[in-house]
């Protein structure tokens, strides 16, 4: 990788949270529609996990291109673990600042958010040796190299992204089992569905880097990893078409079209998955075009976005899962960047 290409890899996240953090404070100030004080905070949110992406691609590019020192080992995965803190007090302050329904939804969302940048920053964390998943694909035997992580150390970084996981997840069924009680605990539930399963798709990255990196990566892993994440993101996708075929209620039935970006977010993450597992101690031809998955996601995000706009304009209830999936279009773009660094920092060697 030359350096002007690792440039732009390490400036297409900071073009992504510019776009999310401009996009939602214009969406917040340019009106009164309380669909506004949904949409314009949850799409600046959305701008931390960019930023939190961006310390995960300058962790691997810097290693790529010798650059990477002590100071890069902890300040970059700090400024997503930052980002992620600084999001989950913004959602908390919006959740507490008004009993309105706009304020629920956005700081449920908003805190959910936080804990997918935590996610991502616990990749950059697990990425600080990224070069050693090189070195070990060389090999056929399992040992653990001593530059490794201890097995203590990789049972953490797992275990972190588990445990926001697993968080999101109870979080996202205490408010579904509310739904009876008013509108807000439906759309809050089900849109924090859809980021636990990020978080969960995010886990499945957080064990691959891990673990290839001590050299335990496993043929068994090789195969589920790639097909948990599809299969959570496929999930997504049913659950927000059933909600939209299926809910009487299209103001609510909309929030499925939300769950279909998520779902296509965990397709992107699923790219850097796909990678990592089939080219640990395998030829894969198509590794070049792995790349290709979050383009076509982050495509179809900014295409249906495009017909809700046209739809929000006679039904009002489109008016916030059509800017969302502009933003989440925004964040499988950011994602291209970083399969892409994965995909030359695997295949220079």
Same mark, same amino acid.
């Given at each position: ?36 004080? !949904? @949409? #314009?905070? %949850?799409?600046?949110? +959305?701008?931390? *996990? &960019?930023?939190? /992406?961006?310390?995960?691609? =300058?962790? $691997? ?125 439906? !759309? @809050? #539930?089900? %849109?924090?569905?859809? +980021?636990?399963? *990020? &978080?969960?798709? /995010?886990?499945?990255?957080? =064990?691959? $880097? ?140």
């Amino acid at each position: 990788m030359n350096y002007g290409i690792s440039v732009l890899f390490r400036a297409i996240p900071l073009l992504m949270a510019l776009f999310c953090f401009g996009y939602g404070w214009f969406i917040t100030s340019y009106g009164t529609d309380p669909n506004r004080y !949904v @949409a #314009g905070p %949850v799409i600046f949110s +959305l701008g931390m *996990i &960019c930023i939190a /992406l961006f310390s995960t691609a =300058a962790t $691997i590019i810097r290693q790529i291109i010798g650059t990477f020192g002590q100071v890069s080992k902890y300040t970059l995965p700090g400024i997503g673990y930052l980002s992620a803190v600084l999001t989950i007090i913004g959602g908390m302050h919006i959740l507490h600042s008004s009993p309105d329904s706009a304020s629920f939804v956005a700081g449920h969302v908003i805190c959910g958010v936080g804990f997918i940048t935590a996610c991502v920053a616990t990749t950059a964390t697990s990425s600080t040796r990224f070069t050693m998943i090189t070195e070990n694909a060389q090999k056929s035997d399992h040992d653990v190299p001593p530059k490794a992580f201890t097995r203590t150390q990789g049972l953490m970084l797992i275990s972190v992204a588990a445990i926001l996981a697993l968080t999101t997840w109870i979080w996202a069924f205490v408010l579904l089992s509310k739904s009876s009680l008013h509108p807000k605990y439906f !759309v @809050a #539930g089900h %849109v924090m569905i859809g +980021l636990a399963s *990020i &978080c969960t798709c /995010l886990i499945t990255l957080v =064990a691959t $880097i891990a673990r290839q990196i001590r050299n335990i990566f496993s043929q068994t892993e090789r195969k589920i990893w790639p097909v948990l994440v599809l299969v959570v993101g496929s999930l997504c996708i049913i659950w927000g078409l059933i909600l939209i075929l299926g809910t009487a209620n299209m103001s609510l039935g909309s929030t499925g079209y939300i769950m279909i970006g998520l779902g296509l977010v965990c397709y992107s993450i699923s790219s850097k998955v796909i990678l990592l597992s089939k080219i640990w101690r395998h030829e894969f031809k198509l590794s070049n075009r792995i790349p290709l998955i979050p383009i076509f996601t982050a495509l179809t995000c900014l295409f249906l976005s495009a017909f809700l706009f046209e739809i929000g304009s006679v039904h009002g209830y489109y008016f916030v899962p059509a800017r969302v999936l502009a933003g989440l279009g925004g964040i499988c773009f950011t994602l291209f960047s970083i399969v892409s660094i994965l995909e030359s920092g695997t295949s220079s060697h």
